[in-house]
């Protein structure tokens, strides 16, 4: 092997660009609601879209400077078979469970947390006053790993890597983009998640494996997604679900006059079968009534309290 003193110039990352970009099949707009104590949010998606997007479950976004929409929080619940992903915009939340952690989830931090076989957690807002913004996705955990050991981490915002190109900032949540590796990496699903921040008129492109289900969602501003043949605009607070074709190799999008700023999220589908009662997701209706009476029998731990 021959060793040069040079380092050999930059390159672009090999794989970086989209050729043949993916469009969007359908707009969808969110359900206002209130889960927790109270809290209102928007569920983005919402179950008729699980196995569309499959792995993910749900998306929730709340966003409010209004204490009465937030105070309440998430008291004690549990969860069995699947990941949260929480991600804060703005504003100081408290996790405590019954594995016994507990943590602070801050401005631009991330907490995932694997449900596994069970877990009873609570998520109390920290302040008074002031915006509390935010996401919650949920990523489904195949089958085979649905009564693993509970797991939870915290990714403060200073551990996010971040992707810098002209017009855009690019939060890397999990997955890759462009060469730099996510705070995450997840076998199985291999979730990509990211937030956008782009100046207006700024474009970026993404590579995504066709088979991977993906979707973009905008928070501020608003983005147009070139489909190649198609254009689409995506207003602030809808989710542009992007169509899944073999000879469709990413997704294109540009910011618009104002700017924006969105997630886009996606993920290789499991492909196994989804039984849903509540915070349990399992793949059949009898684990179902087991997470129910494992829940009632205490094999979940003692409740961390409010
Ligand atoms: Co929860």
Redesign the pocket.
Known sequence: MTTTLTDPAPSVTPDAAVHNPRAVERLVTGQATRDGDGVKLTRVLTQPLQRRLDPFLMLDAFGSDDADDYIGG?PD?P?RGFE?VTYMIAGRMRHRDSAGNEGLLENGGVQW?TAGRGII?S?LPEQEQGRMEGF?LWLNLPAADKMGTPGYRDIPTGEIPELRLAGASVRVIAGASHGVAGAVQKAHTEPLYLDLHLEPGATFEQPLPAGHNAFVYVYRGELEIDGGAARTSVPRERMAVLANAADRDGVRLQAGPQGARALLIAGRPLDEPIAQYG?FVMNKQAEIFQAVEDFRAGKFGVPPGR
């Open positions: 998430f619940h969860h949260t947390m957690h998520e919650q915070p």
